[in-house]
């Protein structure tokens, strides 16, 4: 837009382009040095600064987008380094009750057994030799909803006869403890412990009747850990072994939940026996008939 203006020195009436707008010269009819004035809406103002270009601007946007992302990505990241440990702690409080809930299981089934035959299942079963042919979680499998499973073993043939050895390979979920790195493996994580004046005294039966010191102060089936025993094969923890040391050696009750083992009673309720409990206390607890009754453990 151009702009008029009246020379102050000699009034002669000029137009120049609006881009001229606040410099200087000399005026085309006297000579004498002019300044151009702004156009009437910028009067005493200077023209307004050019607009940055979209580049730019987008570069800021982009700019300040990644900041945020990375904001983001970081304030994540300290918030699942924070939430970690207690959904690791949720998922094994889960697969501890889960476990809970397999001993449980465990117990009733022997109940179960022993209202059918008037006394629990021996530890395994032997042939006319004394040779072990089945443990009694083969015996248990009836009582665990199992009896198709039970139904095609052999039992007048070892555990890991080649007529058994299509059972011998399968996983039976109820013994084996979810906190286990070999749970997905036909393993145990449960057994008796066997021994003179415990339930379980080789192939020999024991009934309620049997158990002097109370169904309630006596264990019945135990947590185990890194045994890798196949689930028919007829070993247990024997008591003469045993250190009474929890989690110590292959011959002691263990588990992978923290500060102790899980053990089913004979009564059926299940308890957490803290890897701190007294060897003493441990060993009434198993016995069957020292007269000792425990409770607080």
């Known amino acids: 837009m151009p702009i008029s ?66 904001g983001t990505v970081t304030v994540g990241g300290v918030l699942v380094a924070l939430l970690l440990p207690a959904v690791q702690a949720a998922r094994e409080g889960a697969r501890r009750m889960s476990c809970s809930n397999n001993l449980k299981q465990v117990a009733i089934a022997m109940h179960n057994y022993h209202d059918t035959y008037k006394a629990f299942p021996p530890a395994y079963t032997v042939d006319a030799d004394g040779n072990k042919l089945h443990s ?75 158990i002097l010191d109370g169904s309630s102060n006596t264990i019945l089936v135990v947590e185990v850990e890194g045994q890798q025993v196949p689930w028919m094969e007829p070993t247990d923890l024997s008591l003469d072994q045993m250190q009474m040391a929890i989690n110590s050696r292959p011959t002691e009750p263990g588990s992978n939940h923290l500060g102790g083992f899980q053990a089913a009673l004979a009564d059926g309720s299940v308890h957490f026996i803290a890897d701190s409990i007294d060897p003493t206390m441990l060993r009434n607890l198993i016995t069957r008939g020292d007269g000792q009754t425990i409770s607080g453990f």
């Open 136 to 210: 009694w979680r083969t015996l248990l499998l009836p009582f665990i909803d199992n009896s198709p499973r039970y139904d095609q073993i052999d039992l007048d043939k070892p555990w890991d006869a080649p007529e058994n050895q299509h059972i011998a390979d399968t996983l039976v979920p109820a013994y084996t403890c979810p906190s286990s790195p070999d749970g997905m493996m036909p393993y145990t994580n449960y057994m008796v412990i066997v021994g003179p004046g415990a339930i379980f005294d080789d192939d020999k039966l024991c009934s309620f009747s049997d």
């Open 5 to 70: 203006f009246n020379c102050p020195h000699c009034g002669t009436s000029t137009q120049v382009a609006d881009q001229y707008a606040g410099q200087s010269g000399p005026c085309k009819s006297c000579g004498n040095t002019v300044q151009i004035p702004y156009p009437t809406a910028y009067q005493g103002k200077p023209l307004p600064a050019p607009t940055r270009s979209s580049s730019s601007t987008g570069t800021i946007i982009l700019v300040v987008a990644l900041i945020a992302v990375i």
